[in-house]
């Protein structure tokens, strides 16, 4: 255990990605898709994995029945979701309870309402009955053998309107033997002080409790830890703040939280450390790109942009930078742009292998330089690669060169009225040898990159593992319209790593060829290509 850190015995880390986060706008997961995520899950070291709700739709039913078969979990117990019985039925008859009965799931979390006006609108029940559906259910489940955890549905707004009619379900849940009682804010309205009074008093029921919180008001996460430092001892969060409308709080997060700034061991030891990769890859299975300002876990979490921020951090990371991003598996990362002074371009520089530390007139010449081309349009933040092309040529006295381009030209056609290709012809000296190749392509960037990676791969085979990925146009001085300056940004990857170049120009095609020969220059020096090519 980290020294200082208060290791909380049986706190619960509880994720609902695959149930809560499943309910997010535009998420949809496959059966297999889940069996992925439980497997990251556990490997975070999360307590309990919320697989879904069986009985509710097939893929669910079949998640619970493949994992009792095949995922073999070494950290978290899954638990099964569903609803407590029908309104003035019986639970051991219930069709949805039976579900949950034989889902295989060692844990049941049971939705209950604890908001008077639900129960009569939305159940259209008495709020005796709901009483009775609450105590029915757990009792049953408990009497199966199953460990069962309660989800107060709009606890928090129930407690406002009937204080005592919430506090009435909340005990019911826990004398019929519910071991958690989670206090959900279901609409997600709530602020920090309220949960923080409501969890206060809540907790002289004796019940323990828990929290699970939309974010609705931009609080889910502060709203979580409110409930902690009132009491909750289980906490419930979906990975990338994942879920229904504007999403959970972020479990990643919460428990980065309780960790650094708690000081409480919520995790297995040393399991923080790798919430960055988890949560990338758990963004690759719900195919939702994972925002880059997530709090420790995004790539701009420690990314420095200003100037002043980088000098200080010259002498010390920790003077703009609340933790050491590798204790959640991150790095920091200092962006050259405009606002960059001589310490980004210093430290930037030595990232790359310069050392720049003793140079001033060289420091303030790339410095000056930046500034210039980012007031032309350029933008060096998100062109890396470009940067380093910049950098050395600063370095080495000269571009890095692989080939002499001589001429290019790109034509576009349409005949009778057939969908537009495009044809390019690439004039240029490689290898001591002259070069004219014709590119055919479906637009006129697709055309130039086939000429050029025709032309050089005779002399360059390593272009070949070169594959453009993205193309990005943006037009700068929007107010001219069609003679506006244009910048266009490249994305390339050999496969296995990726890099982004930039070109501004007048001229679209002007703008893409000069990314594109940058894109394919820092991928050859990358390679360690030595140029052949006679200036
Ligand atoms: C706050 C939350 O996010 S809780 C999680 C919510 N998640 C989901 O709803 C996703 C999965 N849900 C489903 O697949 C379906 O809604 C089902 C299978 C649960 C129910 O489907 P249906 O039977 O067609 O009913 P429908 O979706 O219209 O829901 C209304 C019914 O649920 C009942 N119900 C609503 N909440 C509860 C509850 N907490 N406990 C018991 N019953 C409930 C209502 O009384 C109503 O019953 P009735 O049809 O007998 O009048
Ligand atoms: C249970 C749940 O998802 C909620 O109340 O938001």
Same mark, same amino acid.
């Given at each position: 255990?980290?020294?200082?850190?208060?290791?909380?015995?049986?706190?619960?880390?509880?994720?609902?990605?695959?149930?809560?986060?499943?309910?997010?706008?535009?998420?949809?997961?496959?059966?297999?898709?889940?069996?992925?995520?439980?497997?990251?899950?556990?490997?975070?070291?999360?307590?309990?994995?919320?697989?879904?709700?069986?009985?509710?739709?097939?893929?669910?039913?079949?998640?619970?029945?493949?994992?009792?078969?095949?995922?073999?979990?070494?950290?978290?117990?899954?638990?099964?979701?569903?609803?407590?019985?029908?309104?003035?039925?019986?639970?051991?008859?219930?069709?949805?309870?039976?579900?949950?009965?034989?889902?295989?799931?060692?844990?049941?979390?049971?939705?209950?309402?604890?908001?008077?006006?639900?129960?009569?609108?939305?159940?259209?029940?008495?709020?005796?009955?709901?009483?009775?559906?609450?105590?029915?259910?757990?009792?049953?489940?408990?009497?199966? *053998?199953?460990?069962?955890?309660?989800?107060?549905?709009?606890?928090?707004?129930?407690?406002?309107?009937?204080?005592?009619?919430?506090?009435?379900?909340?005990?019911?849940?826990?004398?019929?033997?519910?071991?958690?009682?989670?206090?959900?804010?279901?609409?997600? *309205?709530?602020?920090?002080?309220?949960?923080?009074?409501?969890?206060?008093?809540?907790?002289?029921?004796?019940?323990?409790?828990?929290?699970?919180?939309?974010?609705?008001?931009?609080?889910?996460?502060?709203?979580?830890?409110?409930?902690?430092?009132?009491?909750?001892?289980?906490?419930?969060?979906?990975?990338?703040?994942?879920?229904?409308?504007?999403?959970?709080?972020?479990?990643?997060?919460?428990?980065?939280?309780?960790?650094?700034?708690?000081?409480?061991?919520?995790?297995?030891?040393?399991?923080?450390?790798?919430?960055?990769?988890?949560?990338?890859?758990?963004?690759?299975?719900?195919?939702?790109?994972?925002?880059?300002?997530?709090?420790?876990?995004?790539?701009?979490?420690?990314?420095?942009?200003?100037?002043?921020?980088?000098?200080?951090?010259?002498?010390?990371?920790?003077?703009?930078?609340?933790?050491?991003?590798?204790?959640?598996?991150?790095?920091?990362?200092?962006?050259?742009?405009?606002?960059?002074?001589?310490?980004?371009?210093?430290?930037?520089?030595?990232?790359?292998?310069?050392?720049?530390?003793?140079?001033?007139?060289?420091?303030?010449?790339?410095?000056?330089?930046?500034?210039?081309?980012?007031?032309?349009?350029?933008?060096?933040?998100?062109?890396?690669?470009?940067?380093?092309?910049?950098?050395?040529?600063?370095?080495?006295?000269?571009?890095?060169?692989?080939?002499?381009?001589?001429?290019?030209?790109?034509?576009?056609?349409?005949?009778?009225?057939?969908?537009?290709?495009?044809?390019?012809?690439?004039?240029?000296?490689?290898?001591?040898?002259?070069?004219?190749?014709?590119?055919?392509?479906?637009?006129?960037?697709?055309?130039?990159?086939?000429?050029?990676?025709?032309?050089?791969?005779?002399?360059?085979?390593?272009?070949?593992?070169?594959?453009?990925?993205?193309?990005?146009?943006?037009?700068?001085?929007?107010?001219?319209?069609?003679?506006?300056?244009?910048?266009?940004?490249?994305?390339?990857?050999?496969?296995?790593?990726?890099?982004?170049?930039?070109?501004?120009?007048?001229?679209?095609?002007?703008?893409?060829?000069?990314?594109?020969?940058?894109?394919?220059?820092?991928?050859?020096?990358?390679?360690?290509?030595?140029?052949?090519?006679?200036?």
């Amino acid at each position: 255990m980290t020294a200082g850190k208060q290791h909380v015995s049986d706190f619960h880390v509880y994720d609902t990605t695959m149930r809560d986060g499943a309910q997010q706008e535009g998420l949809n997961l496959s059966v297999q898709d889940k069996m992925h995520i439980a497997r990251h899950l556990d490997d975070l070291g999360v307590g309990y994995i919320e697989g879904g709700w069986p009985g509710s739709n097939p893929k669910d039913t079949e998640f619970f029945a493949l994992a009792a078969k095949e995922l073999d979990l070494k950290h978290a117990t899954l638990a099964a979701f569903g609803a407590t019985r029908r309104a003035d039925g019986v639970a051991a008859d219930d069709e949805l309870v039976a579900a949950l009965r034989e889902s295989g799931a060692s844990v049941v979390t049971l939705v209950a309402k604890s908001h008077d006006r639900h129960v009569e609108l939305a159940l259209r029940t008495t709020l005796a009955e709901n009483l009775a559906m609450v105590r029915d259910s757990v009792t049953h489940l408990r009497e199966e *053998g199953q460990r069962v955890f309660v989800d107060l549905e709009h606890f928090f707004d129930g407690y406002r309107a009937n204080r005592d009619y919430a506090l009435e379900v909340a005990a019911t849940a826990a004398d019929a033997g519910a071991e958690v009682v989670i206090l959900c804010d279901t609409n997600g *309205g709530m602020l920090p002080h309220w949960v923080s009074e409501i969890v206060t008093d809540v907790a002289t029921t004796g019940a323990r409790l828990g929290i699970h919180a939309h974010n609705d008001t931009g609080c889910a996460v502060a709203n979580s830890m409110a409930a902690v430092q009132a009491g909750v001892t289980h906490v419930q969060g979906c990975i990338n703040g994942y879920g229904e409308r504007t999403g959970n709080a972020d479990l990643i997060t919460c428990v980065a939280n309780l960790e650094l700034k708690f000081d409480m061991q919520v995790l297995p030891e040393g399991k923080l450390a790798e919430a960055t990769r988890i949560a990338h890859a758990i963004a690759e299975i719900t195919n939702y790109p994972p925002s880059a300002r997530q709090p420790y876990t995004g790539v701009s979490s420690f990314a420095h942009k200003a100037g002043l921020h980088a000098s200080a951090i010259r002498v010390d990371p920790n003077l703009y930078q609340h933790i050491d991003p590798a204790l959640v598996g991150n790095d920091m990362r200092l962006l050259v742009s405009e606002m960059a002074g001589r310490a980004t371009i210093e430290l930037k520089g030595k990232e790359l292998g310069y050392d720049l530390a003793n140079d001033a007139k060289r420091l303030a010449r790339v410095t000056d330089r930046v500034k210039q081309m980012e007031q032309d349009g350029y933008t060096f933040e998100a062109a890396d690669a470009s940067f380093e092309l910049l950098l050395a040529e600063e370095m080495e006295g000269a571009r890095p060169s692989y080939f002499d381009v001589e001429s290019w030209r790109v034509l576009a056609e349409s005949a009778r009225g057939e969908e537009a290709s495009s044809e390019a012809t690439v004039k240029l000296t490689a290898g001591g040898v002259r070069l004219a190749v014709i590119g055919e392509g479906n637009g006129p960037v697709n055309a130039l990159d086939h000429a050029l990676r025709q032309a050089i791969e005779q002399v360059y085979p390593d272009v070949a593992r070169f594959h453009l990925i993205d193309f990005r146009v943006r037009i700068l001085d929007q107010g001219h319209g069609t003679d506006a300056i244009t910048r266009v940004l490249i994305e390339t990857t050999d496969g296995k790593d990726v890099w982004v170049t930039v070109g501004v120009g007048a001229n679209i095609i002007e703008a893409s060829w000069e990314a594109l020969v940058d894109a394919f220059t820092y991928g050859l020096r990358k390679h360690g290509v030595d140029p052949r090519i006679d200036h």
